[in-house]
């Protein structure tokens, strides 16, 4: 464990504290032509060393494959990546360096993986209500205040797209968090740090609709979350 930790942590400096703006912009216009690259897979190989005490006589071949598998897929996100896919392959990017940092460190460590351990009943049921938090509850709660949507919706509305779903998908998993950990306190904080930013919404608007509208899918998305939390607890206690 400690080998990988070692590992990741060489990846965390060079890939997002020692990588500046202006090489990732360079890298994407210049890419193979790009001397930028080559520093940073530079920095890159610094680092490993640091972490492994300059010791390439047992680990040179997890720091050949690390170091030769970042170039290899930096290569291939350059040229691949287009300006709609860079989300996307940020995270294919970070997903397969990860991967690769595993595969390093179980040269030097012997991980023992069975499904019977992950797939236990309280992963299960945790998998099942976050679930529950973030699908059946958004579904739900569509239903039920779709009788009561406003239809004077503006036109030219500076809302970013899809804003309302994540926000309540986030709210819901921050109040299922805090009821299983036993922080009922901060609810109340959570509750009252979307209340100042919906100020603005509810003062501005004067139709009455509106704010009765978002109070009420705030209430319930609240509500479920609570609920789901306390029922998560009562189940947890009968495994």
Request: cysteine-free; overall charge positive; glycine content about 4%.
């Amino acid at each position: 464990m400690l080998i990988f930790l070692k590992f990741l942590l060489a990846h965390i400096l060079g890939d997002f504290v020692f990588q500046p703006e202006n090489w990732v912009k360079d890298k994407e216009k210049k890419k193979v032509k790009s001397l930028k690259l080559y520093f940073h897979i530079g920095v890159h190989a610094l680092l490993l060393l640091l972490v492994l005490k300059f010791n390439l006589k047992e680990y040179w071949l997890g720091f050949l494959l690390i170091i030769s598998s970042h170039y290899i897929i930096d290569i291939l996100k350059l040229y691949l990546q287009k300006k709609k896919t860079t989300r996307i392959w940020f995270f294919i990017d970070q997903i397969s360096r990860l991967l690769i940092l595993l595969l390093a460190s179980s040269m030097y460590t012997d991980y023992s993986f069975s499904l019977e351990d992950i797939i236990t009943e309280k992963n299960l049921l945790l998998l099942i209500f976050l679930l529950l938090i973030i699908s059946v509850s958004a579904i739900i709660i569509k239903i039920i205040i779709t009788q009561w949507n406003p239809e004077n919706k503006k036109e030219n509305d500076d809302s970013l797209a899809k804003a309302g779903r994540y926000i309540g998908i986030l709210e819901r998993l921050f109040v299922f968090t805090f009821v299983i950990s036993n922080h009922w306190e901060a609810i109340g904080f959570l509750l009252a740090a979307k209340s100042v930013f919906r100020f603005g919404d509810l003062t501005s608007s004067k139709d009455r609709k509106l704010t009765e509208y978002i109070l009420i899918g705030t209430l319930l998305s609240f509500g479920f979350a609570i609920f789901l939390g306390v029922l998560y607890l009562y189940l947890l206690n009968l495994i």
